[in-house]
């Protein structure tokens, strides 16, 4: 799809690499929308990149529903639906012997994995309705793994499970969804500057750079947004997720 003229929304666009594929996609002339929680901060932060703010939970079917509604009766359609909604919380399996918390493994994949396939399938419902382009084209979701997906380390249980159900998503949906020309693609990001990055002590930040093999640095949100600018671009891009962590394997 050629990028102007497309609307899009963003899950978690108020911050890391949401925020770096709103700015993208504002600059390169598509109308974008950020859903994220409600908050005055994220809300200014999102104005602030050139984009409407929606405040809402990714899990919630009727909030997702409703702002769809809201955007394509304001807009007309809806192109392009990227998740980076997501949290992480590091939990291991035993704690002091006993059954971690089993509220934290149920609360990561309901956000990462639940909300992901709730904004998915609400996002495709309205692309459905789009006029197909000249290629057949009517809409790409996007979804974002992570590395942890291939190799979740101590302590992710919880996050590597959401994030490798994510990665079994792709292709099925990307079948369900192929007569109806919406592609979509999933991208497992390695290690990035963002806020949830920040939140690693600085010497297990250190220990991740060390192993990279090249570049030797954490990943710019700008690198991820311009692999989701690619992917609505290119129309052989469909049923897959990419690795985009300079060839960083964890262990
Ligand atoms: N930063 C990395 O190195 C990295 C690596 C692999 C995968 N990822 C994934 O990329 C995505 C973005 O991560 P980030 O590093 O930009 O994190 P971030 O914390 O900067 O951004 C996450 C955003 O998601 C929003 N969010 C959380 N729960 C939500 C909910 N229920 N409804 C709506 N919005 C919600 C937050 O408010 C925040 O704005 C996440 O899914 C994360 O797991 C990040």
Known sequence: ????????IVTGGASGLG??????????GLQVSAL???GKEREEAVKAMGAAFIGVDVTDRQQIKQALSNLVESWGSLHVAVNCAGVAMAIKTLQGG????????EKVIQVNLSGTYNVCQCAAEVMA???????G???????TSSIAAFEGQKGQTAYAASKGGIRSLVLPMARDLADLGIRVMGIAPGVFDTPMMASLPDAAKEMLIKTLPFPKRLGKPEEFAAMIKHMIENPMLNGSVVRLDGALRLN
């Open 1 to 8: 799809m050629k990028l102007e003229k497309l609307n899009a």
């Open 19 to 28: 925020g770096a594929v709103v700015q993208a996609l504002v600059k390169a």
């Open 36 to 38: 994220d929680l409600p």
């Open 98 to 105: 006993q059954a971690s918390d089993l509220n934290i493994f």
């Open 129 to 135: 309705k789009n006029e197909p382009n000249e290629n």
């Open 137 to 143: 084209e009517r809409g790409l979701l996007v979804m």
